[in-house]
DNA sequence: TATTGTTATACTCTATAACTATA
DNA sequence: TATAGTTATAGAGTATAACAATA
């Protein structure tokens, strides 16, 4: 019923997806204490990291990027304003609206957490050849498209019945 | 777009770290989900993942082997001990300590968690060359040990004299 | 004196629901 | 009527500190 291609004996991929959950439990423990070290959390740094990427952002589309209610928002930016890291101005156009941006402490702090993410891609990645980080970032490719398509609704319908409805 | 093989100047890390990051992202969202599925949360799912594969476990070997502290712990196992999935019982000869134990409901869990995990790597590892899932395996494996020893206190020092004295 | 697990307290992230101001 | 952001409330994970029982 399985056996998609691999032979009777044991194909690699538990092996392989234990070692990519180690490494999201292990990647997520460096950005915890990475980002701690600045007084951030893995959650404000993300918020930092878009405003850097996007320029000045209403929260409603933080939260959309975010995937998090528009409360949750409010509650990490009450935090980054707090801290120096943000600041929020009215919209020019939208009154109900709220613009985010950086802050030049915050323009600061992203600038520091992308120099250690480069320096710790170099240290992660060196000495691997060429054509090992090719067929790596092949596959990786392959794999963070295959869970966003999962996660995006085609995922996972072990038990349908069970499943509280959500098409309310 | 792309070119992979960019320049002699660019390597192509940061492409690949960021996508290192963003599977941590999907996987562990990937994770709270299929887990939320069936009333649990990603700690508790690693409590019981590792009762299942160590047996009988005391609450102290439980806080260093999953590096939280002994009152999370508690709460931790309050909640499973109260969902059914865990039994918490004396310790045999140190009568201080707690052995916590999975129960019949509890190894199910696990079992079936086991069970959707490795039609999940099927799924994600599927039409992949051999080549390439070695390369991919390879490179995966050194990343995770740099990444661990990077933690394990040869990390990041960007800062050292702002680190507070931890040698009391 | 050191260790095991607990109570007490607090902070962050997250969510839903109800509400205000605007569109 | 719908949208943007807030207050109110709640639950889970995490931490430190103080404490009890035991070693």
């Not at 918020?47 to 000045?56: D, K």
């Not at 801290?83 to 600038?111: C, I, Y």
């Not at 250690?116 to 790596?136: I, K, M, N, S």
């Not at 970032?137 to 996660?151: G, N, P, W």
């Amino acid at each position: 019923m399985k056996s998609l291609h691999n032979a009777p004996g044991a194909p690699p991929f538990p092996e392989v997806l234990e070692r990519l959950f180690e490494l999201a439990a292990v990647l997520g423990g460096a950005m915890d204490r990475g980002t701690a070290e600045r007084g951030l959390t893995r959650a404000r740094a993300t918020v930092l990291w878009y405003l850097h990427r996007e320029g000045p952002t209403t929260q409603r589309a933080l939260s959309d990027i975010l995937r998090v209610t528009p409360r949750n928002v409010t509650g990490l930016l009450d935090g980054l304003q707090g801290s120096g890291h943000v600041t929020r101005s009215p919209h020019p156009t939208d009154r109900r609206a709220t613009l985010v941006s950086l802050t030049e402490q915050g323009q600061a702090t992203v600038n520091r957490l992308r120099g250690e993410y480069q320096g710790l891609g170099a240290r992660l990645f060196d000495g691997v050849p060429d054509g090992d980080l090719d067929a790596f970032s092949r596959v990786l490719h392959q794999v963070v498209d295959r869970l966003q398509y999962l996660a995006s609704g085609a995922g996972t319908p072990v038990d349908d019945s069970a499943a509280p409805r959500t098409d309310t």
